[in-house]
Every structure is written in C-alpha cells, then in structure tokens.
T-cell receptor, first 109, second 115 residues
Framework: GQNIDQPTEMTATEGAIVQINCTYQTSGFNGLFWYQQHAGEAPTFLSYNVLDGLEEKGRFSSFLSRSKGYSYLLLKELQMKDSASYLCAVIDSNYQLIWGAGTKLIIKP | DGGITQSPKYLFRKEGQNVTLSCEQNLNHDAMYWYRQDPGQGLRLIYYSQIVNDFQKGDIAEGYSVSREKKESFPLTVTSAQKNPTAFYLC??????????????FGNGTRLTVT
C-alpha cells in the first residue's frame, strides 16, 4: 500500500528552527507538496519539490531525497503565527495525490 | 479577490437526512475536488471534476454525490447512505489539472456534524 509518515505533533520555541520530516512509500513519484493549515482553515501551498535538493523560500525551506523517500520542511526564525498543521502530500505514478496525516506544530514563547 | 467559498462553515443534520455542501470558485479553474479530513488521517478524495458536466469518483465516493453544471460550482451532497458523515469537508480547485506541480487552492471548509 501507499503510505506517508509524519510526526503527529512537534513543539518549538519562538525564534528557533524546526524541521518537520516526511517519509513516503508510494507507487512511483511525481513530486511532493507541503501545505500549511491553521486550525479550521484552508490548507495553503508552501512548496513543491520534484528534484533532489533544497528549495528555499524566505523563512521556509523544503528538502527532498527521492532515493530515501524522504522530505523535510525547515522553518527558521519561528513566529507564533507558524503554529499550524503542516501537511505533506506525494503525487504517485497515476498522478494521484497521497496525503500524510499532518504534523501539528506548537510554538511556545 | 479570487478564491474558493464554501458554505456554510458549520452544518448540523439529523441522521437519515441528505445535506448539500456548497463550493463556489471565481478563480476560473477547470478542475475542482472534494476532500474529507478526519483527525489523525490524511485528506481523502471523495470526487473530482476536470471539466464541466464531467466528474469522477475518488477513493471514498460511496454515500456521496456531486454535480458540475457550471465551471464555478461543485456542490457535494452527503446522502443518508454515508455511514460516518461527521467530518471536515474541504473543496479545492486547480488551474492546470494535468500539470503535477500545479498546487491546489482550498476553501475554508465545512464542518458537518450528523447526530
């Protein structure tokens, strides 16, 4: 079967750095998305990776290793507004999106 | 300002009743999707539509129905046949459904509670 694993919950301190991991086992791979979702709101697009390596966008960076079936989202200079769930999703060989259950990130002052 | 509007935000129904969730977009996107989100699980695809008057079942279509009579609108009906309908429902759209890198744009969701 197809599977995406993310930690259920993480806690970090305001101003610090946090890395949220995502490992996947899917039938094929055509890209990986990260989305941010505040409680009760719409998920919003953060990043898309299809090639190995690091993509940086301001305070957020996303890394992909296709050989290891692994990605991470790196958040720097954490702010209270970064408290949210972070969803990892993989596009499989049939171009279907497979979603992880999300990681709830709690930021403490 | 373009976006996706889902209404209502909260919906309560008695068991055995059908209920329709609204989804409207003014992004001029061709493709629209309905997902269900439950605690501890990833988003699950209910139905999707890539063009007007056409739609396909997703992974968990049983007990649900949709229509796509207009490009802007993709309502979802939760029927009494759906065994566990209480959930958070998300509507999404995409402007390039054949392009893998094209991200989904989501509405703010409807939380349905059936008792």
């Amino acid at each position: 079967g197809q599977n995406i694993d993310q930690p259920t919950e993480m806690t970090a301190t305001e101003g610090a750095i946090v890395q949220i991991n995502c490992t996947y086992q899917t039938s094929g791979f055509n890209g990986l998305f990260w989305y941010q979702q505040h409680a009760g709101e719409a998920p919003t697009f953060l990043s898309y990776n299809v090639l190995d390596g690091l993509e940086e966008k301001g305070r957020f960076s996303s890394f992909l290793s296709r050989s290891k079936g692994y990605s991470y989202l790196l958040l720097k200079e954490l702010q209270m507004k970064d408290s949210a769930s972070y969803l990892c999703a993989v596009i499989d060989s049939n171009y279907q999106l497979i979603w992880g259950a999300g990681t709830k990130l709690i930021i403490k002052p | 300002d373009g976006g996706i509007t889902q209404s209502p935000k909260y919906l309560f129904r008695k068991e055995g009743q059908n209920v329709t969730l609204s989804c409207e977009q003014n992004l001029n996107h061709d493709a629209m999707y309905w997902y269900r989100q439950d605690p501890g699980q990833g988003l699950r695809l209910i139905y999707y539509s890539q063009i007007v008057n056409d739609f396909q079942k997703g992974d968990i279509a049983e007990g649900y129905s949709v229509s796509r009579e207009k490009k802007e609108s993709f309502p979802l009906t939760v029927t009494s046949a759906q065994k566990n309908p209480t959930a958070f429902y998300l509507c999404a759209s995409s402007n390039q459904p054949g392009q893998p890198s094209s991200p989904l744009h989501f509405g703010n969701g409807t939380r349905l509670t059936v008792t």
